[in-house]
Every structure is written in structure tokens, then in C-alpha cells.
């Protein structure tokens, strides 16, 4: 694009460390001096959902660490590729359960939209892996058919903004959604499912608390975090900064073997997240999706993390432990096998 004044088209300085992110496998084993397990990485696997990770947080894993928790949740290996039964493309439903135009209701009163595709992260074990994106994002078209959707169902007081990662869009382009959210006055709750203030806090930047600030509605921003790695002082500050624009902060993580599987580790994180006012919402069973199956803890071993996370904390930093199951009227509490 040609503009008059070229500082105009200057991207801010988020979008520049988004841009930035490492990409290349054997990239990010070469700053982390690990360059001997090129070996394991899985070429299919990184073709079919390529690496992407952030430099600020790639600062925050182990040097020469192969097991470095934060490592393993965006090194594509060859693991990946194996097929396990039980695992598919569409472990949650989401191709049902979509209602066209990025807008997927599952549960009453609240309406999810896609607001994008984009993550400033790829997270190896997530569900969105396979999911068609380009299709069904809300934020094409100016919003107007998830808006005409939202409007035409009086029962949906929450909207949920989720995606791929929601702050991935400009804030210019929040805005222009929720100008139009305040027509419709059945809306009462805004939530942002996004896990950007984690791995890019510099997206909570001014234009962005100032938007969030004078928002009409009652405010929700859920961020993700699986390991207390995750979170430096950047982060803190960044959840902070959105406790104090109004918003709710809340973590919802997934438990995840060789990662986080372990009480002491969840005991850290809760407290680690409270430390900037964020609560602990849920912790979710892994999504059976195909190229994940090695991070699975099994139902029997997540209860009785559970139970001594329930033992260890007090019972405002206990998340609860949950599934989604595809067809189901709520997230579902794991119960002990039969
Ligand atoms: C998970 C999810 C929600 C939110 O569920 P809560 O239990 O309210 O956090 C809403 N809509 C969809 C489609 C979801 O997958
Ligand atoms: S949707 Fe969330 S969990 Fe999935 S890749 Fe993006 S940031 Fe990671």
C-alpha cells in the first residue's frame, strides 16, 4: 500500500515482534543449543501446522534443555505423525456445531465467535490444528453476518472472542466490532479467550487498554498459561494492566504429559498466576486430536492430580478439571472411569 505520510503504515510495535517469531525448527534448536535433535522433528508435521513461537518467548525456555516444558509445547516431532486410534480432525465438534460466518453456539446464552485464524503461537497440541480456518472467520465482511446473528437470538447475553487468537486483529478492528456490539442490547458480557498476553505481552499495549476500558459490558479476558515458565514479570504486568481497564482475568490451561502433568508444577502455576490477580478457570483434559495423542494423561492419573492440587491450594486457586465433549450442553467435570 502506498501512503502519503509512511509513518502511517509503520506497524506498531507488536505486530513487529509478531513478525519476527521464529518459524524454522532447526532455528529455534540452534539459539536454544540443541542442534542435535534436528533428528527428531517431523517434516510432515511441521508442513502440516508449521512451528511458530515468539522471541520473547523462546527467552523464557532452558538452554540445552530437550525437555524444557515450554519447548515441548511448540517443537513439532515426529510423534506427531503417528495415527492413534481415537484421534481425528475434528475432535469437538466445532464443523457441526458452526453456524456459518465464524460464529460456533454450543451452549446457551453465549456465542463463540472465530474472530481470526491467526496465533502469535503454535501449540502442538491444540485442536484448532486442523481446523479449516479461512472458511469461517467472523471478523470478514466488516462482522456483519456474526453480528446478524448475534442480534437475531435475544437469549445470547455473552460473546466470546476467540479464535486462533482474537488480539491477534488490530485494535482498530476490535473496535469496529464492538461499535456495532452496542446496538444490540440483549449483550451483556464481553469475553476474549486469548492466550497473546502469555506468549507477546507487549500486545497489551495503551490503544488497547483504552479500548478495553470503555467497553459498556461486564468484561472477561481468559488467558492460557499450562507451566509457571510461562509467566515472567512481562506477563504479570500485562494481566495486571487488564485487571486494571476493568476486566476479569482468568487461566484456563491443559494438562499435558511431559509438560505439566505434575502437582508441584500445577501448585506453581496457580500461584504464579495469582500473583497478577489472575484466577484459575479451568484445566482441560487434552481434545483427542490427530498428532497429540503423546501428550494424553489419562483420566485416572488427572483425578488424582486434582485431588491433591485440592489438597495443596486453597479452593479459590483450584481449577476445575474438564473435557469438552462434542454434543454436550457444558464443558464436562472428569469423573473417575468405571
Ligand atoms: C468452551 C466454549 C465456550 C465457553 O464455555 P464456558 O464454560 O462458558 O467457559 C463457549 N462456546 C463454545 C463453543 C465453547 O467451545
Ligand atoms: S488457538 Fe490457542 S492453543 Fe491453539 S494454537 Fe492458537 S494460541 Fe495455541
Given amino acids: 500500500m502506498i501512503t502519503a505520510n509512511p509513518l502511517a503504515a509503520k506497524p506498531v510495535r507488536w505486530q513487529m515482534l509478531w513478525r519476527d517469531a521464529i ?103 491444540c485442536f484448532r490444528r486442523h481446523f479449516p480456518y479461512a472458511e469461517h472467520t467472523a471478523a470478514s465482511g466488516q462482522w456483519a453476518s456474526a453480528l446478524a446473528t448475534l442480534a437475531a437470538d435475544p437469549s445470547l447475553c455473552e460473546v466470546l472472542l476467540s479464535g486462533g487468537d482474537p488480539l491477534a486483529l488490530g485494535t482498530g478492528k476490535l473496535a469496529q466490532l464492538t ?89 506453581a502455576l496457580s500461584e504464579r498466576l495469582f500473583e497478577g490477580g489472575v484466577l484459575p478457570y479451568y484445566l482441560h483434559q487434552l481434545d483427542r486430536v490427530q498428532g497429540a495423542a503423546h501428550f494424553e494423561v489419562d483420566d485416572a492419573r488427572a483425578l488424582a492430580l486434582h485431588h491433591e492440587l485440592a489438597a495443596r491450594l486453597p479452593g479459590y486457586l483450584l481449577p476445575r478439571l474438564v473435557r469438552e465433549v462434542a454434543g454436550a450442553p457444558s464443558k464436562l467435570p472428569v469423573s473417575a472411569p468405571n
Wanted: glycine share 8%; charged share 20%; aromatic share 4%.
Fill in 179 to 267: 461499535d456495532s456490539l452496542r446496538a444490540i442490547s440483549h449483550v451483556r458480557r464481553l469475553r476474549i479467550h486469548t492466550r497473546l498476553p502469555v506468549v507477546l505481552p507487549e500486545r497489551v499495549d495503551a490503544p488497547l487498554l483504552a479500548w478495553l476500558r470503555q467497553l459498556p459490558w461486564q468484561k472477561v479476558v481468559v488467558i492460557h498459561a499450562n507451566h509457571p515458565h510461562e509467566i515472567d514479570d512481562a506477563v504479570l504486568s500485562a494481566c495486571a494492566q487488564l485487571r486494571t481497564a476493568g476486566a476479569t482475568v482468568l487461566n484456563q490451561a491443559v494438562l499435558l504429559k511431559g509438560i505439566n502433568d505434575s502437582a508441584d508444577t500445577l501448585v
Fill in 23 to 125: 518459524r524454522d525448527p532447526l532455528e529455534l534448536l540452534d539459539v536454544l543449543g540443541l542442534g542435535h535433535l534436528g533428528e527428531r522433528l517431523g517434516a510432515q508435521a511441521s508442513q502440516a501446522f508449521p512451528l511458530r513461537v515468539p522471541r520473547g518467548f523462546v527467552a523464557r525456555m532452558r538452554h540445552g534443555d530437550p525437555h524444557d516444558p515450554l519447548l515441548r509445547q511448540v517443537l513439532p516431532l515426529r510423534e506427531e505423525e503417528l495415527a492413534v486410534a481415537g484421534f481425528g480432525v475434528d475432535a469437538v465438534g466445532d464443523l457441526t456445531a458452526s453456524e456459518g460466518a465464524g460464529v460456533l453456539h454450543k451452549y446457551r446464552g453465549r456465542a463463540l465467535l472465530i474472530a481470526t485464524g491467526s496465533c502469535a503461537i503454535h501449540c502442538r497440541y
